[in-house]
C-alpha cells in the first residue's frame, strides 16, 4: 500500500510537473508572439522615423543640388559674357589695327610728298644753277659786244678818214649809224636774255610757292594727324586697360566661383554615400532609385563644372594674348610718335633750306 501510495503521489507530481511545463511553454509561446509584434512594432517605427529622417536629408541635399545647379548656370552666363566680351575686344583690336594701317599708310603718302618736294627743290635747283649760267654768258656776251663795239668804232673811224673824200657822208654820220645798228643787235640780245630770266625767275617763283604751300600742308596735316593720333592712341590704351582689368576681376571671380562649386560638388558626394549607406540598411527598395538620382546629378553637375573650367581656361589664355596685343599696340604707337617727330623735323629742316634759297638768288 505504501508503494502504490508513493507511486499515486510520483504520477500525481508528474501530472503537475506536465501542465506546469505546458502552461510554461504556452506563456512563453505567448510571451514570444508578443515579443515578436513588439519587434516588429519597433522596427516599422524605426523605419518611419528613418525614412523621414532621410527624406528631410535628401529634400535638403536636392535644396543644395539645386542651388549649386543654379551657381553653374550663373557661371556659365558669367563666362559667355566674358566671351561676348572677349570678341568686342578682338572687334577693337581689328580696328586698331586697321588704324595702324591707316597710319603707316598717311607716313606712305608722307614721304611720298616728301621725296616729292626733294624733287622740286632739285628741280630749283637745277633751274638756279642754268639761270645763273645764262647770266654769266650774258654778261659775257656784253663784254665781247662792249670789245666788239670798240673795234668797230675805232676801225669806222681809221675808215672814215680814209673814205672821207670818196663818200658823201660825214664820219660822225657814219659812227652814228654804225652804233645804232649795233645798239639795235644788243637790245635785241638783251631782250632775248631779259624774257628768259624773266621766264627763269617765274618759274623758280612757282615753284617756290607750290614747295611753300606743299610744307605748310604737310606740317599741319603732321600735326593734326600727330594729335589726333596721340589722343586717340591714348584713349585705346585707357579702354584696352579698363577692359583688360574688368575681365581679370571676372577671371578671379569665375575661380572663386569654381572654388565654391568644387566644394559644393565634394558635400554633394559625402552627402550621396552618406545617403547610400543608410539606405542599404533601412530601404532596400528606394536605394538603387536614390543612388540613380544622386549618381545621375552628380555627373550632370562634372560635366557642367568641366565645361566652366575649360571655359575659364580659355578666357585666361584670351586675356593673355590679348596682354601682349596691347604690348604690341603700345610699342607700335610709340614707334609712330617717333617716327612722326622726326618727319616732322625733316620737313622742318627742308623748309629752312627751300625758305633760303630766294634770298641767294636776289
Excluded at 193 to 217: G, K, Y
Amino acid at each position: 500500500m505504501a508503494a502504490q501510495l508513493a507511486v499515486d503521489v510520483f504520477e500525481e507530481e508528474r501530472r503537475r510537473l506536465e501542465l506546469a511545463a505546458v502552461e510554461l511553454r504556452q506563456s512563453l509561446a505567448e510571451k514570444d508572439v508578443q515579443l515578436t509584434e513588439r519587434s516588429s512594432e519597433a522596427a516599422l517605427e524605426e523605419a518611419k522615423v528613418l525614412q523621414v529622417r532621410y527624406a528631410s536629408e535628401m529634400k535638403e541635399r536636392k535644396q543644395k543640388a539645386d542651388e549649386l545647379q543654379q551657381r553653374l548656370q550663373s557661371l556659365g552666363a558669367s563666362v559667355q559674357l566674358q566671351a561676348e566680351e572677349m570678341k568686342g575686344v578682338e572687334e577693337e583690336l581689328l580696328e586698331a589695327e586697321e588704324y595702324q594701317s591707316d597710319c603707316l599708310r598717311r607716313q606712305v603718302e608722307r614721304q611720298e610728298l616728301q621725296s616729292r618736294s626733294e624733287k622740286i627743290q632739285a628741280e630749283n635747283g637745277r633751274l638756279v644753277n642754268r639761270l645763273r649760267s645764262e647770266i654769266r654768258l650774258a654778261d659775257s656776251r656784253t663784254s665781247e659786244l662792249q670789245l666788239e663795239l670798240r673795234d668797230t668804232t675805232e676801225a669806222t673811224a681809221r675808215a672814215s678818214d680814209a673814205s672821207h673824200g670818196m663818200t658823201g657822208m660825214t664820219p660822225q654820220e657814219q659812227i652814228a649809224a654804225d652804233l645804232k645798228g649795233q645798239l639795235c643787235e644788243s637790245q635785241e640780245t638783251v631782250a632775248g636774255l631779259e624774257e628768259s630770266f624773266q621766264a627763269v625767275q617765274s618759274l623758280c617763283l612757282e615753284t617756290e610757292a607750290r614747295i611753300q604751300e606743299m610744307l605748310h600742308d604737310s606740317t599741319i596735316e603732321d600735326q593734326a594727324v600727330r594729335k589726333d593720333e596721340d589722343i586717340q592712341a591714348q584713349a585705346e590704351l585707357l579702354d584696352e586697360t579698363r577692359k583688360l582689368d574688368e575681365t581679370r576681376d571676372r577671371i578671379e571671380q569665375v575661380q572663386k566661383l569654381q572654388s565654391i562649386a568644387q566644394c559644393l560638388a565634394a558635400e554633394l558626394r559625402k552627402s550621396g554615400s552618406l545617403v547610400s549607406d543608410t539606405a542599404s540598411t533601412a530601404l532596400p527598395v528606394t536605394r538603387s532609385e536614390v543612388l540613380d538620382g544622386l549618381l545621375s546629378e552628380e555627373h550632370q553637375l562634372q560635366a557642367e563644372f568641366s565645361a566652366c573650367r575649360l571655359d575659364a581656361g580659355r578666357v585666361e589664355v584670351q586675356v593673355k594674348h590679348l596682354e601682349e596685343e596691347l604690348e604690341q599696340v603700345r610699342n607700335k604707337a610709340q614707334e609712330d610718335e617717333v617716327r612722326s617727330f622726326r618727319s616732322f623735323l625733316c620737313m622742318s629742316s627742308l623748309a629752312s633750306c627751300v625758305t633760303g634759297i630766294p634770298t641767294g638768288q636776289a
